[in-house]
T-cell receptor, first 114, second 113 residues
Framework: QKEVEQNSGPLSVPEGAIASLNCTYSDRGSQSFFWYRQYSGKSPELIMFIYSNGDKEDGRFTAQLNKASQYVSLLIRDSQPSDSATYLCAVNSDRGSTLGRLYFGRGTQLTVWP | DAGVIQSPRHEVTEMGQEVTLRCKPISGHNSLFWYRQTMMRGLELLIYFNNNVPIDDSGMPEDRFSAKMPNASFSTLKIQPSEPRDSAVYFC???????????FGSGTQLSVL
């Protein structure tokens, strides 16, 4: 069973702060890692992906990957109230019968208060 | 691009009835996924297709669930007979095959009474 674990939260940060969201995964063969944002009552939306160890930055978002520790994180700088949503971590092993299959964590609920 | 289109947006039915959910993937995407989301279990993959062929249906909970993809632009998920525990949001997603980046439809909120 391939597990993807996230703290369910809620995580609450003030506007302008850095929000840090964490995710661990069980399958060492995992190759692709994704962060989805889901607003209440809406569908998940892809916001970041990372394939290699290290950091990847896109605007206010930074994804961090450490394959040795089986850990991936998402940092949101200068958090805004509009960032309030549930953030889903997803992992893909890119091999064999699981090629193309994403395993999702349960999500972390983030609230950014003004 | 219109994105992934699902219908209906909401479905309310009685236990025992047949339910059919529909999905039109993004043109050019060669993979299609059906997910179910509940508060208790989060997002669960039910089945996915690659080039219209079912690749992994291990997530389909029971024989009451079936899915088809007769062509590259249409897929259905059928539940027959439906039960109250099937109540959930059902998402369809498609992918261009690029490292499993998924694009989700708006979902179908299913309520089985």
């Amino acid at each position: 069973q391939k597990e993807v674990e996230q703290n369910s939260g809620p995580l609450s940060v003030p506007e302008g702060a850095i929000a840090s969201l964490n995710c661990t995964y069980s399958d060492r063969g995992s190759q692709s890692f994704f962060w989805y944002r889901q607003y209440s009552g809406k569908s998940p939306e892809l916001i970041m992906f990372i394939y290699s160890n290290g950091d990847k930055e896109d605007g206010r978002f930074t994804a961090q990957l450490n394959k040795a520790s089986q850990y991936v994180s998402l940092l949101i700088r200068d958090s805004q109230p509009s960032d309030s949503a549930t953030y889903l971590c997803a992992v893909n092993s890119d091999r064999g019968s699981t090629l193309g299959r994403l395993y999702f964590g349960r999500g972390t609920q983030l609230t950014v208060w003004p | 691009d219109a994105g992934v289109i699902q219908s209906p947006r909401h479905e309310v039915t009685e236990m025992g009835q047949e339910v059919t959910l529909r999905c039109k993937p993004i043109s050019g995407h060669n993979s299609l996924f059906w997910y179910r989301q509940t508060m208790m279990r989060g997002l669960e993959l039910l089945i996915y297709f690659n080039n219209n062929v079912p690749i992994d249906d291990s997530g389909m909970p029971e024989d009451r669930f079936s899915a088809k993809m007769p062509n590259a632009s249409f897929s259905t998920l059928k539940i027959q007979p439906s039960e109250p525990r099937d109540s959930a949001v059902y998402f369809c997603a498609s992918s261009p095959g690029d490292r499993a980046k998924l694009f989700f439809g708006s979902g179908t909120q299913l309520s089985v009474l």
